[in-house]
């Protein structure tokens, strides 16, 4: 059997008497009516024992995902499928499995005769996978899992079936809903065997040209055989009748012939004759009819009547050849004398009846029109797209659930139409359990009536038949079917068509931020890809916590090339940038061990306008703290007279006192501390009266004095800042998770944000082609929709920032805002962003939000919760629709954290390549051979035991002594730890700490408080030589501690000083 297979394939089929018989109309009708091709059961499958499925003969893909999808649309993609597997060395192969957990579709191809390459096939199959069926996703399959998970359940079951026939859909839901029809799916057959263990296997193997058209024609000729037999006309008749003539007639005649002639022929004859006629006819009549004239009178009267039936048959050869020769010689005379006379009468009477009859052979008639409305269309289909060789198994490990599977297969995939080929199923003993024949067709020698097997789609050659049925690929969409409904094991997602041809530039400038993404489908050769020139338009990046807004960001950041700052307000997720870029600096806000942070924000830049710069603070602060009535005038009155204090002058924003204000160690530009002086004085200067003074006193000074104390006093209440303008060439990342403080976290932002725009626009003017970015997380901190309960002043201040995103475009600044609650940013921001990208959203007026600003439609909105982690919604500016887009991954954003010491290391280095700026005066104090990690380890190791010196200086000016002697112990052995660790450096320690009390702890208008006499940080060291003389217990205020002259004047500086620290 294997050979004649071969053959099969090898185009070697011997064609014999059977295949040449002549057609027995009457063997045919009993063959197709009784039944003659029983159904039987199946012993047992040829073996061929070389033919073994692995992955060097095979491929095989398991379907995960799948688009959700009515039921003719996924039939018709699948169709389209098959229709490419025409390669004849390949069978295509689906196979169904039910598990207790759900069901498994693998398709896959397997080699036939080795004449075939494997891998061209297998990514054949992909790719029409792939661009067919909308949104699937497949799993290659290895070795281990095809036997684990095809060929293993088929060896573990116990019962087979071989389905044949030819299924169908129904006719009403055809006409209802364009075959749509969820009945006749996988997903009823998966429902009904919930929990079960079974499995169907599907082999199609393609049919060659020649055998389709070879069939083609045998149905055509067929149907020729077949018509004359559909109809017979039978016909009867009788015809009588009666006539009479009487006439008389004289003639004479006279005459003489002599001819002479000669002739000669020769014929030569040979002939074959072979007929059969049948025929039967009956026929009937009566006439009759009556005539008279001048002459005669005539009358008839006839009956007639006839049957007749005969059957000639006659078979005849003849051969022969004559020759003849004559001559002959005539002569004629001739005379004619003609005499007579006539007289007749005539009379003829005639009847004449004829009856017809017609029978059809109902049999005939019925599969003749079978053939020509159902069989011919579906091989014409088939002939066109595809024509198969289908072997259907079906298994199960138990009986019962192997009689299931037989009822729910027959049921669901045979429609309501009448055929002579409907969906049976013949049982399927295996002797020898081989479950690598399945995947082969398998031929039988039989004797069934040919004409019979190919009304029923059969295939048959040479008196074998095939174990198989002829199906299109149409009808092996129906088998081979895909779920429109989920079923455990597959996963159906909704897509939604977006555009797939953005507007890319070709500018070498441009960078790539993904991949387009077709119907679920990513197309790897089809690039997303944004123009760095045009990220100064800014950038507006959305999604819910987890859909990847972070990891688009970090692409964006490192793909553009650009020096970049992200102010991080919580979290800590770009610290996993290290990895891809060492350069990376990282500032950890309010969190001095690690990493410390300077800003004044009443720093100016060079050539920045003081009044401006003044509207901003104010704006900054009505943004983030609440304010009603008069407060943000009575902020920026103390702000003004802060300025005007240090030698300002807010029309021509110069100065008085000093020639180059920006080069003066920040002595120039007034604290947070000396503002807030300043608005005492404003507040009471207004006589708002007792009440209403403590309460702005208790709103606004009490909530400002906060940002003096502590880590936010060291980073706020400085006299100097952090050069911003190197900031700019560097990659920062800004993180305020350790500002707990919501109000605080928003304030930072806009200053930050204040301050960097302030100096692109400086950079403009130096460098105009310049580019930066700035990366704003979670923007509605600071830049939130002013609701109708807001006072006007937060209104001010939000509608500033809003603003400043359309200013810093033209200084080469890009913003990319990053938020997951679009609806809840000011409408500006949506407005004055060019590009958009939008990750999953489900709240739905966050997505009516974003999705009316890029002229989504409704579907593609109510699509945006569908979004898988790290698919993106893309639009800018002129394009003409919205793409859908896998954003790049360029690390795991749940990658191993990055170790702080990194970032305390790299704060070292930071902070020491600036010392002159961030701490001059203690910079003044070490010479050049101090190291980075010396100069910070006594910042460390300083600031502590300055909170010493104030804990034991406020204790001392106290009556009740608690802690003092605890402290002072302590204060004794830090002093002594931090002079055996610099008692070595050239440095005096006692001038070390108090330089560095200066840089850390400014004090308002500290040079207006203090006595002339000594420089500032002498009366400091006064203090500190109270450890050196063990006076460490007595009282301060004494007169001899400092001295009988000098001692009040030395305690009056202190207590100027210090009274009021706490901490620094």
């Given at each position: 059997?294997i050979g004649?297979?071969?053959?099969?394939?090898?185009?070697k089929?011997?064609?014999?008497?059977?295949?040449?018989?002549?057609?027995?109309?009457?063997?045919?009708?009993?063959?197709?009516?009784?039944?003659?091709k029983?159904i039987?059961?199946?012993?047992?499958?040829?073996?061929?024992?070389?033919?073994?499925?692995?992955?060097?003969?095979?491929?095989?893909f398991?379907i995960?995902?799948?688009?959700?999808?009515?039921?003719?649309?996924?039939?018709?993609?699948?169709?389209?499928?098959?229709a490419?597997?025409?390669?004849?060395?390949?069978?295509?192969?689906?196979?169904?499995?039910?598990?207790?957990?759900?069901?498994?579709?693998?398709?896959g191809?397997?080699?036939?005769?080795?004449?075939?390459?494997?891998?061209?096939?297998?990514?054949?199959?992909?790719?029409?996978?792939?661009?067919?069926?909308?949104g699937?996703?497949?799993?290659?399959?290895?070795?281990?899992?095809?036997?684990?998970?095809i060929?293993?359940?088929?060896?573990?079951?116990?019962?087979?079936?071989?389905?044949?026939g030819?299924?169908?859909l129904?006719?009403?839901q055809?006409?209802?809903s364009?075959?749509?029809?969820?009945?006749q799916?996988?997903?009823r057959?998966?429902?009904?065997l919930?929990?079960?263990?079974?499995?169907?296997?599907?082999?199609?193997?393609?049919?060659?040209?020649?055998?389709?058209n070879?069939?083609?024609?045998?149905?055509?000729?067929?149907?020729s055989?077949?018509?004359?037999?559909?109809?017979?006309?039978?016909?009867?008749?009788t015809?009588?009748?009666?006539?009479?003539?009487?006439?008389s007639?004289?003639?004479?005649?006279?005459?003489?012939?002599?001819?002479?002639?000669?002739?000669?022929?020769?014929?030569?004859?040979?002939?074959?004759?072979?007929s059969?006629?049948?025929?039967?006819?009956?026929?009937g009549?009566?006439?009759?009819?009556?005539?008279?004239?001048n002459?005669?009178?005539?009358?008839?009267d006839?009956k007639?009547?006839?049957?007749?039936?005969?059957?000639?048959?006659?078979?005849?050869?003849?051969?022969?050849?004559?020759?003849?020769?004559?001559?002959?010689e005539?002569?004629?005379?001739?005379?004619?004398?003609?005499?007579?006379?006539?007289?007749?009468?005539?009379?003829s009477?005639?009847?004449?009846?004829?009856e017809?009859?017609?029978?059809?052979d109902?049999?005939?008639?019925?599969?003749?029109?079978?053939?020509?409305?159902?069989?011919?269309?579906?091989?014409?289909?088939?002939?066109?797209?595809?024509?198969?060789?289908?072997?259907?198994?079906?298994?199960?490990?138990?009986?019962?659930?192997?009689?299931?599977?037989?009822?729910?297969?027959?049921?669901?995939?045979?429609?309501?139409?009448?055929?002579?080929?409907p969906?049976?199923?013949?049982?399927?003993?295996?002797?020898?359990?081989?479950?690598?024949?399945?995947?082969?067709?398998?031929?039988?020698k039989?004797d069934?009536?040919?004409?019979?097997?190919?009304?029923?789609?059969?295939?048959?050659?040479?008196?074998?038949?095939?174990l198989?049925?002829?199906?299109?690929?149409?009808?092996?969409?129906?088998l081979?079917?895909?779920?429109s409904?989920?079923?455990?094991?597959?996963?159906?997602?909704?897509?939604?068509?977006?555009?797939?041809?953005?507007?890319?530039?070709?500018?070498s400038?441009?960078?790539?931020?993904?991949?387009?993404?077709?119907?679920?489908?990513?197309?790897?050769?089809?690039?997303?890809?944004?123009?760095?020139?045009?990220?100064?338009?800014?950038?507006?990046i959305?999604?819910?916590?987890?859909?990847?807004k972070?990891?688009?960001?970090?692409?964006?950041?490192?793909?553009s090339?650009?020096?970049f700052?992200?102010?991080?307000?919580?979290?800590?997720?770009?610290?996993?940038l290290?990895e891809?870029?060492?350069?990376?600096?990282f500032?950890?806000?309010?969190?001095?061990?690690?990493?410390?942070f300077?800003?004044?924000?009443?720093e100016l830049?060079?050539?920045?306008?003081?009044?401006?710069?003044?509207?901003?603070?104010?704006?900054?602060f009505a943004?983030?703290?609440?304010?009603?009535a008069?407060?943000p005038?009575?902020i920026?009155?103390?702000i003004?007279?802060?300025?005007e204090?240090?030698?300002?002058?807010?029309?021509?924003?110069?100065?008085?006192?000093?020639?180059?204000?920006?080069n003066?160690?920040?002595?120039?530009?007034?604290?947070?501390?000396?503002?807030?002086?300043?608005?005492k004085?404003?507040?009471?200067?207004?006589?708002?009266?007792?009440?209403?003074?403590?309460?702005?006193?208790?709103?606004?000074?009490?909530?400002?004095?906060n940002?003096?104390?502590?880590?936010?006093?060291?980073?706020?209440?400085?006299?100097?800042?952090?050069?911003?303008?190197?900031?700019?060439?560097?990659?920062?990342?800004i993180?305020?998770?350790?500002?707990?403080d919501?109000?605080?976290?928003?304030?930072?932002?806009?200053?930050?944000?204040?301050?960097?725009?302030?100096?692109?626009?400086?950079?403009?003017?130096?460098?105009?082609?310049?580019q930066?970015?700035?990366?704003i997380?979670?923007?509605?901190?600071?830049?939130?929709?002013?609701?109708?309960?807001?006072?006007?002043?937060?209104?001010?201040?939000?509608?500033?920032?809003?603003?400043l995103?359309a200013?810093?475009?033209?200084?080469?600044?890009?913003?990319?805002?990053?938020?997951?609650?679009?609806?809840?940013?000011?409408?500006?921001?949506?407005?004055?962003?060019?590009?958009?990208?939008?990750?999953?959203?489900?709240?739905?007026?966050?997505?009516?939000?974003?999705g009316?600003?890029v002229?989504?439609?409704?579907?593609?909105?109510?699509?945006?919760?569908?979004?898988?982690?790290g698919?993106?919604?893309?639009?800018?500016a002129?394009?003409?629709?919205?793409?859908?887009?896998?954003?790049?991954?360029?690390?795991?954003?749940?990658?191993?954290?990055?170790d702080?010491?990194?970032?305390?290391?790299?704060?070292?280095?930071?902070?020491?390549?600036?010392?002159?700026?961030?701490?001059p005066?203690?910079?003044?104090?070490?010479?050049?051979?101090?190291?980075?990690?010396?100069?910070?380890?006594?910042?460390?190791?300083?600031?502590f035991?300055?909170?010493?010196?104030?804990?034991?200086?406020?204790?001392?000016?106290?009556?009740?002594?608690?802690?003092?002697?605890i402290?002072?112990?302590?204060l004794?052995?830090?002093?002594?730890?931090l002079?055996?660790v610099w008692?070595?450096?050239?440095?005096?320690?006692?001038?070390?700490?108090?330089?560095?009390f200066?840089?850390?702890?400014?004090?308002?208008?500290?040079?207006?408080?203090?006595?002339?006499?000594?420089?500032?940080?002498?009366?400091?060291?006064?203090?500190?030589?109270?450890?050196?003389?063990?006076?460490?217990?007595?009282?301060?205020?004494?007169?001899?501690?400092?001295?009988?002259?000098?001692?009040?004047?030395?305690?009056g500086?202190?207590?100027?000083m210090l009274?009021?620290?706490?901490?620094?």
């Open positions: 059997m004649f297979m071969d053959s099969l394939l090898k185009e089929v011997v064609i014999d008497e059977y295949s040449k018989s002549i057609f027995d109309i009457n063997a045919f009708k009993d063959a197709v009516f009784l039944n003659k029983e039987k059961q199946i012993d047992s499958l040829s073996a061929d024992e070389n033919f073994e499925i692995n992955n060097m003969n095979s491929r095989f398991r995960t995902e799948l688009s959700a999808q009515e039921q003719f649309i996924l039939r018709q993609d699948l169709e389209n499928v098959i490419s597997m025409n390669n004849v060395h390949f069978n295509w192969v689906y196979y169904l499995s039910g598990t207790e957990t759900g069901i498994e579709i693998y398709i191809t397997v080699l036939l005769l080795d004449q075939g390459d494997v891998f061209n096939q297998k990514k054949l199959l992909e790719s029409q996978l792939l661009g067919n069926i909308s699937i996703l497949l799993e290659d399959v290895s070795s281990k899992n095809l036997q684990d998970h060929l293993s359940p088929l060896n573990n079951s116990q019962h087979f079936g071989l389905l044949t030819v299924p169908s129904t006719i009403d055809q006409a209802q364009k075959g749509s029809n969820i009945n799916g996988i997903d057959l998966a429902r009904s919930t929990g079960e263990t079974w499995q169907l296997l599907l082999v199609a193997q393609p049919a060659k040209l020649h055998e389709i070879q069939t083609i024609e045998e149905f055509l000729n067929l149907s055989d077949l018509h004359p037999g559909i109809k017979k006309s039978i016909q009867s008749g015809n009588t009748g009666t006539s009479l003539t009487e006439g007639s004289t003639s004479i005649s006279h005459g003489l012939t002599d001819q002479t002639g000669s002739n000669k022929s020769r014929t030569k004859q040979h002939g074959l004759n072979d059969i006629t049948n025929q039967t006819s009956e026929s009549g009566e006439s009759s009819s009556n005539s008279k004239n002459s005669s009178t005539s009358t008839s006839s007639n009547k006839g049957w007749t039936k005969g059957e000639s048959k006659t078979n005849g050869t003849s051969s022969g050849t004559s020759d003849s020769s004559g001559t002959s005539s002569k004629s005379v001739s005379k004619s004398d003609t005499k007579g006379s006539s007289n007749s009468s005539s009379r009477e005639g009847k004449n009846t004829t017809s009859r017609e029978f059809i109902k049999k005939i008639e019925r599969i003749e029109k079978y053939i020509t409305e159902k069989q011919l269309p579906r091989f014409e289909l088939g002939r066109s797209k595809g024509l198969f060789k289908t072997a259907i198994y079906l298994s199960a490990y138990n009986k019962r659930t192997y009689e299931s599977l037989v009822l729910a297969v027959r049921s669901t995939f045979q429609g309501n139409q009448s055929v002579f080929s969906l049976q199923v013949q049982k399927l003993h295996m002797k020898k359990k081989d479950i690598n024949q399945l995947f082969k067709i398998h031929w039988e039989n069934i009536n040919k004409d019979a097997l190919l009304l029923q789609s059969t295939p048959s050659a040479a008196r074998h038949v095939a198989a049925t002829w199906l299109n690929a149409s009808e092996l969409s129906i081979a079917g895909l779920p409904r989920e079923v455990c094991g597959i996963r159906l997602r909704k897509n939604v068509d977006f555009a797939v041809n953005p507007l890319n530039s070709k500018d400038a441009s960078f790539e931020l993904g991949r387009i993404i077709q119907n679920g489908r990513i197309l790897e050769k089809s690039k997303v890809l944004l123009d760095k020139k045009l990220l100064n338009q800014h950038i507006f959305s999604g819910v916590t987890g859909a990847g972070t990891t688009t960001c970090q692409q964006i950041l490192l793909q090339k650009l020096p700052l992200v102010i991080e307000p919580a979290k800590t997720e770009y610290r996993g290290y891809l870029d060492e350069d990376i600096q500032y950890t806000l309010n969190n001095e061990q690690l990493s410390p300077r800003i004044n924000p009443f830049l060079p050539n920045e306008q003081l009044v401006g710069h003044i509207d901003t603070l104010k704006a900054t943004a983030v703290f609440p304010m009603e008069s407060m005038y009575l920026e009155e103390a003004v007279r802060s300025y204090s240090k030698g300002w002058d807010i029309h021509t924003s110069k100065n008085f006192l000093f020639e180059n204000p920006f003066c160690q920040g002595q120039a530009f007034p604290i947070m501390s000396e503002m807030l002086e300043q608005l004085i404003v507040i009471k200067s207004k006589g708002f009266g007792d009440d209403l003074q403590q309460k702005y006193e208790g709103s606004l000074i009490s909530r400002l004095d940002l003096t104390i502590g880590s936010k006093g060291r980073m706020l209440n400085t006299r100097v800042s952090i050069d911003v303008s190197k900031l700019l060439d560097q990659k920062v990342v993180e305020l998770d350790e500002l707990k919501e109000q605080d976290k928003a304030l930072m932002m806009g200053l930050l944000i204040g301050r960097v725009a302030e100096a692109m626009k400086q950079r403009h003017y130096s460098d105009p082609t310049f930066h970015l700035t990366l997380e979670e923007a509605h901190r600071l830049l939130e929709k002013p609701q109708g309960h807001d006072d006007g002043a937060k209104k001010l201040g939000v509608s500033l920032f809003a603003n995103l200013e810093v475009r033209k200084y080469g600044e890009g913003l990319i805002i990053a938020d997951q609650i679009p609806n809840k940013l000011a409408p500006e921001v949506l407005k004055n962003t060019n590009t958009k990208i939008i990750h999953r959203l489900f709240a739905a007026d966050d997505r009516q939000a974003i009316e600003t002229g989504l439609t409704e579907e593609q909105i109510d699509f945006l919760p569908m979004l898988k982690a698919e993106a919604v893309v639009y800018s002129g394009w003409h629709e919205a793409v859908r887009t896998q954003v790049g991954q360029l690390h795991n954003t749940n990658s191993k954290p990055l702080i010491q990194i970032i305390a290391s790299h704060s070292q280095r930071r902070i020491f390549s600036q010392r002159t700026q961030l701490y005066r203690l910079s003044s104090v070490f010479d050049s051979e101090i190291t980075a990690e010396q100069f910070n380890q006594f910042i460390q190791e300083g600031s035991v300055l909170n010493l010196w104030l804990k034991w200086y406020a204790l001392s000016q106290n009556e009740v002594q608690g802690h003092k002697l402290i002072t112990q302590r004794s052995k830090e002093m002594e730890k002079n055996q008692g070595d450096s050239k440095s005096d320690i006692k001038l070390a700490l108090a330089q560095l200066l840089d850390i702890a400014p004090i308002a208008y500290i040079e207006d408080k203090l006595p002339t006499k000594y420089p500032v940080e002498q009366y400091l060291i006064f203090l500190f030589g109270l450890y050196e003389h063990d006076q460490l217990n007595e009282k301060i205020t004494s007169d001899t501690i400092f001295g009988q002259d000098t001692g009040r004047l030395i305690a500086a202190l207590q100027a009274q009021k620290l706490n901490s620094i």
